[in-house]
T-cell receptor, first 115, second 112 residues
Framework: AQTVTQSQPEMSVQEAETVTLSCTYDTSENNYYLFWYKQPPSRQMILVIRQEAYKQQNATENRFSVNFQKAAKSFSLKISDSQLGDTAMYFCARLGNTGFQKLVFGTGTRLLVSP | SQTIHQWPATLVQPVGSPLSLECTVEGTSNPNLYWYRQAAGRGLQLLFYSVGIGQISSEVPQNLSASRPQDRQFILSSKKLLLSDSGFYLC???????????FGSGTQLSVL
């Protein structure tokens, strides 16, 4: 099975600090997509950032950036200048590029931002 | 613009009762459709996906079934609910040429 692993069930960070969430994945494909989704208490799934595997440049979206290490199959999310509104569950996910495209999720990391 | 509607938002059902959750997408045609389930404190598990009307693929054997009677309608059903069917159910869609999945607001199902 092609899996996505998030080894940190919970993380805490103080407001304005930086935090990094880890994710590793397994795939036999050369081209695929990686995502970080945020699920706040409302439970709405919100796309935070995405990375195309064939692009070496790490994706960045304002305070959110990724460290994509293709050879190591690692895809971590860095949140800079953390805000109270960043408190949420964060899910790493992988979308294959062959056959039917299924989005496979990790088990999530609960992030708590404290004042 | 495209939108996805999912209802009901919450549902409490007794064990052994039937289930029907509905999801519709507006503003696009021939989307790929997905049903995910999120157990308490866990990640999302893909249950079913569909590439077209009447075409359903199941990821895990279970007490649930899915149907796609219209291009932009996706229904999750059960004839007799089990306690283990409790969870948060999310519908999602994407177009064939776009890698982004868009999610509905979810249904919290409690089977008692």
């Amino acid at each position: 099975a092609q899996t996505v692993t998030q080894s940190q069930p919970e993380m805490s960070v103080q407001e304005a600090e930086t935090v990094t969430l880890s994710c590793t994945y397994d795939t036999s494909e050369n081209n695929y997509y990686l995502f970080w989704y945020k699920q706040p208490p409302s439970r709405q799934m919100i796309l935070v950032i995405r990375q195309e595997a064939y692009k070496q440049q790490n994706a960045t979206e304002n305070r959110f950036s990724v460290n994509f290490q293709k050879a190591a199959k690692s895809f971590s999310l860095k949140i800079s200048d953390s805000q109270l509104g960043d408190t949420a569950m964060y899910f790493c996910a992988r979308l294959g590029n062959t056959g039917f495209q299924k989005l496979v999720f990790g088990t999530g990391t609960r992030l708590l931002v404290s004042p | 613009s495209q939108t996805i509607h999912q209802w009901p938002a919450t549902l409490v059902q007794p064990v052994g009762s039937p289930l029907s959750l509905e999801c519709t997408v507006e503003g696009t045609s021939n989307p790929n459709l997905y049903w995910y389930r999120q157990a308490a404190g866990r990640g999302l598990q893909l249950l079913f996906y569909s590439v077209g009307i009447g075409q359903i693929s199941s990821e895990v054997p279970q007490n649930l079934s899915a149907s796609r009677p219209q291009d932009r309608q996706f229904i999750l059903s059960s004839k007799k609910l089990l306690l283990s069917d409790s969870g948060f159910y999310l519908c999602a869609w994407k177009t064939g040429g776009n890698e982004k999945l868009f999610f509905g607001s979810g249904t919290q199902l409690s089977v008692l």
